[in-house]
Nanobody, 126 residues
Framework: QVQLVESGGGLVQAGGSLRLSCAAS????????AGWFRQASGKEREFVAG????????SYADFTKGRFTISRDNAKQTVYLQMNSLKPEDMAVYYC???????????????????WGQGTQVTVSS
């Protein structure tokens, strides 16, 4: 089993930055694909960014438009999401996810992830 715990959410003004962290424990996620999703109030969960096990491949939702960066430190069993130039529409609960795959490549579809964190709230004031 893998446990994922997100942190780093909070209240920020529009244009500000936040760095989310996702710490894994239990089974190592060194060979797992990882990703970030978000769910705004009244909306469905959506893909934000994904990263391969070795960080060689990343994928982003169009709305990130170069504002967000996903990274990971396998030695620390941690995945990060750096969010810059935040907008009020970025306000949501952000979830990290991990999954073991044969290739360890990027996963964009939430149903393909096995493990999920509890989420961290990001609030952006205008």
């Amino acid at each position: 089993q893998v446990q994922l715990v997100e942190s780093g959410g909070g209240l920020v003004q529009a244009g500000g930055s936040l760095r989310l962290s996702c710490a894994a424990s239990g089974r190592t996620i060194t060979t797992y694909a990882a990703g970030w999703f978000r769910q705004a109030s009244g909306k469905e969960r959506e893909f934000v960014a994904g990263i391969s096990w070795n960080s060689h491949s990343t994928s982003y939702a169009d709305f990130t438009k170069g504002r967000f960066t996903i990274s990971r430190d396998n030695a620390k069993q941690t995945v990060y999401l750096q969010m810059n130039s935040l907008k009020p529409e970025d306000m949501a609960v952000y979830y990290c996810a991990a999954a073991f795959t044969a290739t360890g490549g990027v996963i964009r579809i939430d149903s393909q992830y096995t493990y999920w964190g509890q989420g961290t709230q990001v609030t952006v004031s205008s």
